[in-house]
């Protein structure tokens, strides 16, 4: 089955560029999200189709896919960025996959 | 405005049945594209994709987790349900439904509901 790989935390300071990165095999051949969730709320989408944005979302987080990794980018982190993020990916095989999580940290 | 929420038990026993429902508002599910997914978090824990179904009907089950799973829809009601049989311990989590999108070999979240927690215990 297919899997998605992702470091379990990340720290950034206030300011700076967060990246998050999301390993699979040959994810660059299929398209990847990312979800925000913040502690006792519901996933929140952030990049869809690798690099679109949603309605509302920050200008500051934008993504890239590329060979086996996928990556979210917070420009100008803040501390309201602090959360878990998600990747996630379609794969053919396994349908729906989720990363393992990353948890960002703005110290 | 889309706006989804999850309903059922909160604690079920070791072996029971676990239904859950899932009320929609704002879209339909007779509209291509659209779709409707249950992903659960155990507490703590990653999300863990289960199952989803298409406006056609059409429906994916998690390979892991296949045996157990049902997905139907209601589209004059609004509605989908999960069902999960044989339910253990490490299946407490809290279940989310969420609205989604496919298109060009993608397919994204966009709206997710409140979630629920279920507990399994005796």
């Known amino acids: 089955s297919y899997e998605l790989t992702q470091p379990p935390s990340v720290s950034v300071s206030p300011g700076q560029t967060a990246s998050i990165t999301c390993s699979g095999d040959?994810?660059?051949?299929?398209?990847a999200c990312w979800y925000q969730q913040k502690p006792g709320q519901s996933p929140v989408l952030v990049i869809y189709?690798?690099?679109k944005r949603p309605s509302g979302i920050p200008e500051r987080f934008s993504g890239s896919n590329s060979g086996n990794t996928a990556t979210l980018t917070i420009s100008g982190t803040q501390a309201m960025d602090e959360a878990d993020y998600y990747c996630?990916?379609?794969?053919?095989?396994?349908?729906?996959?989720f990363g393992g999580g990353t948890k960002l940290t703005v110290l | 405005q889309i706006t989804l929420k999850e309903s059922g038990p909160t604690l079920v026993k070791p072996t029971q049945t676990l239904t859950l429902t899932c009320t929609f508002s704002?879209?339909?599910?007779?509209?291509?594209?659209?779709?409707v997914g249950w992903i659960r978090q155990p507490p703590g824990k990653a999300l863990e994709w289960l199952t989803l179904?298409?406006?056609?009907?059409?429906?994916r089950y998690s390979p892991s987790l296949k045996s157990r799973l049902t997905i139907t829809k209601d589209t004059s009601k609004n509605q989908v349900v999960l069902t999960m049989t044989n339910m253990d311990p490490v299946d407490t989590a809290t279940y989310y439904c969420?609205?989604?999108?496919?298109?060009?070999?993608?397919?994204?979240?966009?709206?997710w509901g409140q979630g629920t927690l279920v507990t399994v215990s005796s």
């Open positions: 179904i298409y406006w056609d009907d059409d429906k």
């Open positions: 704002g879209f339909s599910l007779s509209t291509s594209g659209v779709g």
């Open positions: 189709q690798d690099n």
């Open positions: 040959k994810l660059g051949n299929k398209y």
């Open positions: 969420a609205h989604f999108l496919t298109a060009a070999g993608c397919t994204w979240f966009d709206y």
């Open positions: 996630q990916a379609w794969d053919s095989s396994t349908s729906v996959v």
